[in-house]
């Protein structure tokens, strides 16, 4: 086991560097196809880290793509910030905003949450097209050569040397890029910790958790928190690329939630391995399927409905369930061989 | 002092009255049975107890401390743990695992104390062969035993088990009642929700008798037994 630890470790070592060194040996349109796949890797794993692992099966969490995107274009066009601060501004937006949508949605469970905050975010979309400063119902676009003035361009311009925009391309990516190694870092920690513990405790029997001392308001709404703030991160990225917002492609809830779930499903639910996986498969059937039009729709629909029928937990879980091997165990294993009685069984008055 | 009290404490669901007007002392170390018909409220009371459920008036205290606005992870901080009538496991997590959730939130143990803390306990309960196995998959007496052991594992000094020994073959009641006694012996004070009386009363030291909400009589449990009352409403023999 440790070996095949060791041996997964030293290739994910080696993709990562591959993947970091990719603008400076590969052509400009695979570097912005990698960007938007990581997009979604970074959405899922936030998702996953929500639905998977707190139970909490949110389908508005395009509410906090469009208002982190929103919230860049205003600290760009509004207040003449740079775009990777208005990056940092897009990820706090969309915590903040999600202190109020997690008052009104955490009143409901299951299905009404799911709901609930569809609800929510196609209010946020609405309220937004009334936003007459950044072209209401229309969006706007970024001013001219916004992104090739961003901070850190020219050095990496001159570093690659390669055109303005195309280093511009490469630092979104890298940006995407680390941002989705720091989710994937940051869920194995918080999993792993005490909290994590409680977390997949909620998850499992939230009454029973409570009967163990767990909160589970205050957990639940510290994962909602965070996952708003790596959405918000990653929204705010993405439009840097895509140049142009509008209420109705920032709130998308097909582009940046129906298939977020379907790359975590089909990857794995409750595994952190599992979006990387989907994502990769996501991007296999875009590519063979392209040309097929609607069919592709219906072979992705059709691929969900079997994982779900035939491997509740994805195509990650049927792989550990196959060979044994988990690159990302989350599990505690107990200690082999008691000692002693290390803790009295019954607290002291 | 009483380690728990519980001062006139009534609850309704609409018009029908669960718990109405109940009060009683457990001492610290004491082992507390409660009976009665199905329906009579006994389980609606340990809700109260845990701040499961909110009481329309009255109040619970623990060692002389009004709790009855706390929640119910504050209580077990304080030291009363529980066991549910159907076995609640976390399905997801090994059986260790369940373990180790409630005595790192309700026990708070420290995270280097907890591993050897919790197989003692599954050491204790007969589940250490089962540690690393999915919880959910267990069968009846093992998910039982899960129950009290997690329970265990909040360091309680009051002990809720609502009909632990409910569905067990004698053999496994047995097997059941000697781990809950070495746990009264350590000076735990239990409350005991049962059916299965001979269990209930080789551990009990006093017998509290529900009865649609009402408490019915407390007493020794040979004195509430031969009560005729008793004997006609829980057990259907008429006088």
Known sequence: MTLNRNLGLCLAFLALTALYALPAIAPRAMVQDLFGILTLLVLAMNWNLLAGFAGLVSVGQQAFVGIGAYAMFAAIILAGLDPLVGVLIGGIAAALFAVPMAFFAFRLNGAYFAIGTWVVADIARLAISQWKALGGGTGTSLPKGTAKEMAFVDQIKELLDVSSAAAADALTYWLMLSLAVGVLIASYVFLRSRMGLGLQAIRDNENAARSVGVDPVKLKALVFLLTAFGTGLCGALAFIQITRVTPDAAFSVIDWTAFVIFITVIGGIGTL????????????????????????????GCLGIAVMLFARRGLWGLFIDRTGIDLLPLTHRPPRMVASRPAAHRRSA | MAILSLQSVSKSFGALKVTDDVSFDLNAGEALGIIGPNGAGKSTLFNLITGNIQPDRGRVLIDGQDVTRLPPMDRVRAGIGRSFQIPQPFGHLSVYENLLVAARFGGEIPAS???????????????????????????????????????????????????????????????????????????????????????????????????????????????VMASPEVREIYLGIEA
């Open chain 2, 113 to 223: 104390e907890a591993p050897g803390f919790c197989m003692d306990i599954l050491s204790r309960t007969g589940l250490a062969t089962v540690a690393e196995k999915p919880s959910g998959g267990l069968p009846l007496l093992q998910r039982k035993r899960l129950e009290l052991a997690r329970a265990m594992a909040t360091r309680p000094r009051v002990i809720l088990l609502d009909e632990i020994a409910g569905g067990l073959t004698d053999a496994e009641c047995v097997e059941l009642v000697a781990t809950i006694r070495s746990i009264h012996a350590e000076g735990t004070a239990i409350i005991w929700i049962e059916h299965v009386l001979h269990a209930l009363n080789s551990v009990v030291e006093r017998l509290m008798v529900l009865n649609f909400g009402r408490m019915l009589m407390i007493g020794q449990p040979d004195q």
């Open chain 1, 273 to 300: 391995p599992g979006p990387i996986v989907g994502v990769a498969v996501f991007y296999l059937l875009q590519r063979l399927l392209a040309d097929y039009g609607t069919i592709y729709l219906i072979v992705l």
